[in-house]
């Protein structure tokens, strides 16, 4: 048994010892009345993060704060969001902003609070 299992970590985090690094892909569904569209979640981007907005094919991808990379697209009905940090920053201000930020965000896509997402999360892995 290893401890992913044990402590119940969604498949989608996974660690990979060869490179050491954490990576989190993470999908969300979105509240009844809120279109999953990549024009409405470019806005919402736009309005929770003041940086430049790359249309990579069909994803968004902006690097701002803490995130070398944020990526979102649609996949399965749902709103995918991968994230890359970047580890050389230490500065708590900093990283603080940026995850109000992304909590902003998150909320404005979906439309669910960090509570609901945390609930809905939960209700997923234990199906």
């Known amino acids: 048994m290893n401890i992913g299992s044990m402590l119940k970590i969604p498949e989608c985090l996974c660690f ?6 954490m990576i989190a892909m993470q999908e969300y569904t979105l ?8 024009e409405r979640i470019h806005d919402c981007l736009a309005e929770s993060f003041p940086a430049e907005i790359t249309n990579n094919g069909e994803k968004l991808v902006i690097s701002y704060g803490v995130f070398k990379t ?3 697209w649609i996949q399965n009905k749902k709103m995918a969001v991968d994230t890359e940090s970047d580890t050389t920053v ?3 201000k900093i990283i603080l ?3 109000k930020r992304y909590r902003d965000f998150l ?6 609070t960090a509570k609901e997402r ?3 999360a939960k209700q997923s892995v234990s199906t």
């Open 16 to 21: 990979l010892p060869a490179i050491k690094k």
């Open 31 to 38: 509240k009844r009345g809120y279109k999953l569209d990549l």
């Open 70 to 72: 944020l990526t979102v």
């Open 90 to 92: 230490k500065d708590d």
């Open 97 to 99: 902003e940026t995850n």
């Open 107 to 112: 909320y404005q896509a979906t439309g669910y």
């Open 118 to 120: 945390l609930k809905k």
